[in-house]
């Protein structure tokens, strides 16, 4: 049992807009079930998604969850501390107009859509698995299992609220892989409470959710969060136990990079005393650019520095090391 | 003693629009020396590359090689056997109005250019490093050499006549850090002979080269050379011992992104038999998608997939594991 | 005096997320105030808008107003009857870090921001002029005065609410020069009442908004609208005697294009029947693409096509001509 | 007869990497003849364009021409004195993945491409009309007859070669509307002689060329250039009897917006004497952005200012006025 099960009620379609479904406090534990990015509508090969699920009710997150103490200015670290998909099957599809690969609404052509398909991945969780199996012909593979969440955000600033599917600066439909197990995401809080909602497990995922849907699966979900007050922080980012990333959330996806990599030298230049030129040559050196979802109304991608190139440098106060202990 | 040096007369400027210094017989190693991007003309932090090099002689490559046997529509594999940085010191610097993190020719606004700074590494070979050192601060840290080659192309086609710092299909100015020693690159032969040159030596470099200009610096270059007859490559691709990998140039990023996994489905289809829409679905569960650079003329992706979910198939014709084992 | 005033309450920065501050009727007439796009504040070239302005308060639009009869999959048409500034002085100005020719917060640089500066414009109503004084030499001349409303929306789908600068389906901060008075702009309306807001009156603009500020003015606003009933509209369109437009909101700015000439080749095949190829070949010979506003979080781009073109077929069944004619 | 037929040996397909066919005098009026973008190989709606032309040769643009006296530095001026059609159909098509509502090579996606259609319009040079007649119906209007050329370039610098279809600072395939009779192209020199060629003639274009191809004819030409010495040209620039405009090709397309506006805020600052920011701040208020192309590799827009608002500024010493006369 979970202290919030994904029951009606407890999720939503909307970062902002609604009311908290509880409060939590920082430093506890807190365990949440989150439903598939479906609703858990699409069961086999024949549902497809275009016709059993309703704009716009898609990608539900659970929440938003109230946290003690946070208010606007202040830093929300949100720790994942496991994941695990609570069904036996994840759910992948194509979905007309919408992935990379494909005219969409904003990419627009005169071209016909691709067309719909449903793939079912069967996961192991002793094996640690998916298993990818092509609708066409025989062909089979294994894939590591490799949990994450796609979508965790808070209520955003200046009384806006954002579809579920939206990455900006509040968070959102971030979709990437990095935001496992053991990472720790930095979102800046807008209102009191922070409001806190997340959803969107991905059994697995390539960079860039390249046809649009990963490896989708309801997940039973423990985190624990922190408030770091009077630290703002400006576009998302995250920490992992070898890394430092921030993340840029934007169209095209060159800005996308663009926030990312100037959000990074920015960082490393506070953490470091690099002034802002020395820390943009130390970035440019080591810097990992991976995309995060090239599909949604805003791309993503993130950059990320090892952290042993700081010198001993501790972001946001040790935060990190504090929740790994938890 | 190399099979070319970089002598006057041995590198160019452009791909395309000059004669072969010398052929090539595939399956014999081939050795060679590359200048490194700025020519040799930045030796100090006094020396400006605005000041001390002159447009268009910038980024020399060393060739072309006239490629015996390789004609319109065959495939030249370029497999790099092994890179050494042929100086003590690699150079890396800002320039006006080049890099990612400013203001370009291209992406202009009436901002004045950041400070123009030069940065140098000392390499160390034994200890397989080379020393970031701040110019403002006292900060220094090791970095893992990981020398790899900025610029690999052919003769263009249509009779085309490209700078060397663009890159296109013929390959030029990939700047992925995936070319480095044990790689393998693929490029359509345009003309016959294919005329290949390649240079810009990097001792290493972030993803997306942010600032503009790597870890750069002459290289003492070994490579093997192969024609796969009748075979045509349309975007260059590339192929390590782990992964197959589609790069994508093109402006904007997502543009890039979108030729890289395009072409990635499409030769996993064609590896495998997926049928199309089941190819895209086996790359965007486990596809890579880093950015090779996002500051030339047009922009580089990597689309790569780990060769283990491929169930055995093999890339044109087994070559990577040929010229691996010379 | 107006309908409504611009009053404390009567305004805010939102579309959605707010009451409707009265009710309005099909064909009638109504008059409104709205404040210019700083509130007010900018009153000498000394008030500089990143200090007497506050984030997020700017770009106030007067409502919203909920129109009678108005459901969701309806359409709105509202008809500019008459814009007359409402000050004699008329505001622009730079702004740190937003306009076309500078690095913004998602086109970001490590560059310094341009200097904030402001402009005054007497303007004339007799002789229907704006004068632009240069700031640092004596330079003046007179521009044509053309006001246009730079703001018009409606509540989001979806149970969104967006700041009033975004411009996307729902209207918003369209910054089309095309918006003046005589011209008809249909909106798909989402909510009942459809909840319609105006601002950000210009008394003058360039294509592409292009430092980010017009010639901002408070207006006196004679509108009349009327509901379409049973036909969604997609995107914002726009009628003027002459033109039929579509305008379409995105980044990158081909992708704004890309909605508006997709959106106008479908208008266009709805309304003459011709099928899809032959209307993308009929308005690719006589379309006329302009930049809205090239500064905004998303861009606009306007396709329009003369209606003699169309051999009198009529949009949304003539509802230009009618609402003219009041 | 022509001074230039466009007979075999007096045209090509690359602007560089082709010696003069004739030299030119500064002054004097220049005859012409070019062939239309097929290269005269679509004669009816069965000629598919991709099965009767062969890449890549297409475009093809007669000259080059060496012009007397012009040296690297200097700026062109080539005043276009007359287009007469000298076929009386002009054509028009698509073409599988070319054109902004499709996806292309750059905008790759795994969708079928659109169907090829080619229509044919009757030119009627009494009326100055051309006849659009629909294919799957009886629609058909009379548009305005309105001639210009598609394809205007130099020999690039820096020794490189460009297909005519990629319209870059040397000029090329910019597609703008505003390059008819009366209008002047302003063109850096890059090599003794300019080697000016031109070809891609137009009975008439929309803005952006939105399906890839405008109502193509063979065109004859009158120019006349004038050599204006050691004065440099950044990227082209246009004159019209009542507009100064500035062409930016790049992509994605804000670049080229960015460069077509800061181009004309630099001009406008040189001719008027205001300092950047108040030449940003007239500009902006004033200026004409329209799309050039948005289908080649490169796309152009065109930033315009009506000459009135210059105070008697006259650019490149007059020679606009100058050649007007002739």
Known sequence: MSD?????????????????????????????????????????????????????????????????????????AVHVVSLTPSAPVGISSTFPHFGALTSTGLTRTLQAPLDERVWLYDIDLDRQTVRYQARNSAYAVDLPLAPMLGTVGVAPAAGEVRQTIVPDVHGGNLDTPLLGPGATLYLGVNVPGALLALGDGHARQGDGEVCGVAVEVAMDVTIVVEVISGVPTGTPRLETDTQLVSLGAARPLEDAFRISQEDLVRHVAQLTGLDL????????????????????????????????????????????????AV
């Open 277 to 324: 030129l020395d820390a943009y040559q130390l970035v440019s050196q080591t810097t990992h650019a991976r995309a995060g979802n090239v599909v949604d109304p805003q791309y993503v991608m993130s950059g990320a520095i090892d952290k042993r190139y700081l010198n001993g440098a501790v972001a946001y106060g040790g935060v990190h090391d504090r929740l790994r």
């Open 4 to 76: 919030f099960d994904a029951e009606p009620g407890h999720y939503g379609y909307t970062f902002g807009g609604r009311e908290a479904i509880g409060e939590v406090k920082p430093g506890t534990p807190i365990t949440l079930r989150t439903l598939d990015c479906f609703g858990g509508k699409v069961r086999t090969v024949d549902d497809l998604p275009s016709r059993v699920c309703e704009f716009p009710y898609l990608n539900p997150v659970t929440g938003p969850l109230h946290v003690q103490g946070a208010q606007p200015g202040d830093t929300l």
